[in-house]
């Protein structure tokens, strides 16, 4: 993996390094001349003596739908902490386009500059309507309590009918979301992230749980997603993961085991002992 050009730099799209937690990125700039909206260079992160991560090196282009599958206990869930902020790597960059290194930025400045994160329990707000979240969602970067009151323009409740479509809850637009089901708040909650318009989405096995016709309108949701936007799907759910998958990643040990196809994956004997075969 080729490191960012400006690796070396102290990034320029921040704020200031010293700023408060809120303090806002410049993302309209982000530089993707080499293709790849996000790199993680030789990332190690030790808990207590474990290696949560063992010098993981990693890659994502941009509008890529990347597949990361392994074993509990991998390092899948600390290498989504480590993208978003929530874990600082003991070693090791990452970085968001070429210049903006995501390890001098907070969780807030990170989820600003365009990286959005679904965890794998839905976080809706119940006792508002489907519509209400969405529309919460879209003014989450202003102050709340303007932005609560002001009336949406017609260029916003169109936006809203688009991503209404786009994760099919038009029927549900006025239900209240507590009511929705698993697999809808699932869908709600991905529309809520859309809403802010990231430039990444890392996704936690956002299938668990979901019936058979849901699962199958997620995979349709996310290829539709692919290109406009760059997801990082980690799921346990192999039968997913084939309807979706371009290229697959596999984590054993904070390490990446094996890297490809689908098919090529599957048929990888070291994948096969640490992970499928079981």
Known sequence: MNAPAHATHATHATAGVG?????????????????AVLYLDDITVSFDGFKALNKLTLDIDVGELR?????NGAGKTTMMDVITGKTRPDNGQVFF???????????????????GRKFQKPTVFEHHTVFEN?????KADKRVRQSL????????????AEMLRQIRLTDSADREAGLLSHGQKQWLEIGMLLMQEPKLLLLDEPVAGMSDDETERTAELFLSLAGKHSLVVVEHDMAFVE?????????????????????????????????LGR
């Open 149 to 160: 009151f002001a009336r949406l323009s017609s260029e916003q409740r169109d936006r809203i």
């Open 97 to 115: 386009g070429q210049t903006i290194d995501l390890t001098r930025l907070s969780e807030a400045q990170i989820a600003h500059a365009g990286i």
């Open 67 to 71: 597949c990361v599958i392994g074993p």
């Open 19 to 35: 700023d408060t937690a809120g303090a806002r990125v410049v993302t309209d700039a982000l530089d993707t001349t080499h293709g």
């Open 243 to 275: 309807i979706i998958a371009r290229k697959v990643t596999v984590l054993h040990e904070g390490s990446v085991l094996a890297e490809g196809k689908m098919s090529d994956v599957q048929n990888d004997q070291r994948v096969i002992e640490v992970y």
């Open 134 to 138: 969405l529309e919460l969602a879209m």
